[in-house]
T-cell receptor
């Protein structure tokens, strides 16, 4: 049974960058859709972007365009999310999730990472 | 982008209640509609995929229905362990969107 294991919590200064990793333990990521979703304290789920490595395709929510980069390393079955120019409003739990791809789109996200808390504070 | 609107945003419930949560899409998403359950401090859990397909291990009191732009999640007889926040999510395109969530609270 595949698990997605994320990197640990971090505290970052405003204006800095963060890289969160998501390793597929016991499985692959290349033929799946991987998305990143964040959840600010007390708020709902917000899709940031996703990647389908086998199609070499990424897409990002307009809100994060230019600030977020999602990429994968199939040799280590790890996905990464880089977020730059951090602001206090980026304080949130960041989740990765995996879905089977059906007719070119992610079907349903049935495997989730445990979440990574990113705190942006001076 | 496709917008997903859930209602209600919160609901006061009692054990044994029949609970219905509604999700509307801003355009047709065919049946590419999924439902997730999230408990405090936990990652979301997939309950239902493709509008009505119950995931393995999910109790049969959960069911989903709908098509095109209107969808519902029904809990036929609420149990204490069902207190959580529920999210719908569309995957008709690679730009995924979630509803804003429906929080179930005990009366």
């Amino acid at each position: 049974q595949v698990q997605l294991v994320q990197s640990g919590a971090e505290v970052k200064n405003p204006g800095s960058s963060v890289k969160v990793s998501c390793k597929a333990s016991g499985g692959t990521i290349n033929s799946y859709s991987i998305i990143w979703v964040r959840q600010a304290p007390g708020q709902g789920l917000e899709w940031m972007g996703g990647i389908i490595p086998v199609f070499r395709s990424t897409n990002y929510a307009q809100k994060f365009q230019g600030r977020v980069t999602i990429h994968t390393d199939e040799s280590t079955t790890t996905a990464y999310m880089d977020l730059t120019s951090l602001k206090s409003e980026d304080t949130a739990i960041y989740y990765c999730a995996r879905a089977v791809v059906v007719t070119g789109v992610p079907y349903a996200f049935n495997v989730w990472g445990q979440g990574t808390m990113i705190t942006v504070s001076s | 982008d496709i917008q997903m609107t859930q209602s209600p945003s919160s609901l006061s419930v009692a054990v044994g209640d029949r609970v219905i949560i509604t999700c509307r899409a801003s355009q047709s998403i065919n049946n590419f509609l999924n439902w997730y359950q999230q408990k405090p401090g936990k990652a979301p859990k997939l309950l239902i995929s493709g509008t009505s397909n119950l995931e393995s291990g999910v109790p049969s009191r959960f069911s989903g229905s709908g098509s095109a732009t209107a969808f519902t999640l029904t809990i036929s007889s609420l149990q204490p362990e069902d207190l959580a926040t529920y999210y719908c999510q569309q995957s008709s395109s690679t730009s995924v969107t979630f509803g804003q969530g429906t929080k179930l609270e005990m009366k």
